[in-house]
């Protein structure tokens, strides 16, 4: 009998622009790696908040070899990304 233990993940959150003036358009991109001695590509689903408030359109997006992408959207406040990959197990950054 084999047993898999799930592996600890890094979740990365990054920005089209270095820095965007209030309402320019951004898109954003979820990448979410497994940390060592993990391995493999991850699934589930994340969803972007501007806010704390969903982004249109950016919502339960399923990942695609690790990575979800969100936008262009305009950016108004501080943007968060939540992981979701069982009904026990969400991650934010």
Do not use: H
Not at 6 to 17: E, P, Y
Not at 33 to 53: C, H, I, Q, R
């Amino acid at each position: 009998m084999n047993t898999t233990d799930a592996a600890n993940t890094v979740l990365t959150l990054t920005s089209s622009q270095s820095t965007t003036p209030w309402g320019q358009s951004v898109t954003f991109t979820a990448t979410v790696a497994p940390v060592a001695p993990g391995a493999g590509t991850l699934t589930g689903t994340v969803s972007f908040t501007d806010g704390g408030n969903p982004i249109a359109g950016c919502t339960n997006l399923t990942l695609s070899a690790g990575q979800a992408t969100c936008g262009p959207v305009q950016a108004s406040r501080e943007i968060s990304l939540l992981r979701k990959d069982s009904p026990s197990s969400n991650r934010t950054v």
